[in-house]
């Protein structure tokens, strides 16, 4: 499973790709208007090469939603690490409180002293989608 890094890479690179995609046709366009004057033959090629262009911003517009795609999954595979290091942290910081107030509680025989209730554990966060490494 990537990480947020390897996601941010993956957008990057379809990015560059959908760039690249963009030159392509333009040359020959230029190359049909420049040598290709009239005829049947220069209509099939202008013919063609419009179905290129088509095929071509559909490719682009994949991989625009592949890049926003790859995007969103590094933020939500970043919070997923967020909230698990909070939640360590956190888990830590009730453990501590729960020892002390286990403590009070033994103590509190010998001191009457009532410790209160036990402290409430820390909710865990929303398990992150399977692809989401952390």
């Known amino acids: 499973m990537p990480f947020p890094e390897e996601f941010e890479e993956a957008a990057a690179t379809l990015d560059a790709a959908a760039k690249a995609i963009e030159g392509l046709v333009e040359p020959a366009r230029a ?36 890049s926003q795609t790859c995007r969103e999954r590094a933020e939500t595979s970043r919070q997923a690490l967020v909230s698990a290091q909070e939640y360590e942290a956190a888990y830590a910081a009730y453990r501590t409180d729960l020892r002390q107030w286990q403590d009070a509680v033994a103590a509190e025989g010998s001191s009457g002293r009532d410790p209160g209730p036990p402290p409430e554990p820390p909710v865990a966060p929303p398990t992150p989608p399977a692809w989401a490494n952390r």
Do not use: S
């Open 31 to 66: 190359m049909v208007q420049g040598v290709m004057v009239g005829g049947q033959l220069t209509d099939v090629v202008t013919d063609e090469l419009d179905a290129a262009v088509a095929i071509l911003d559909q490719v682009n517009a994949e991989l625009a939603q592949l």
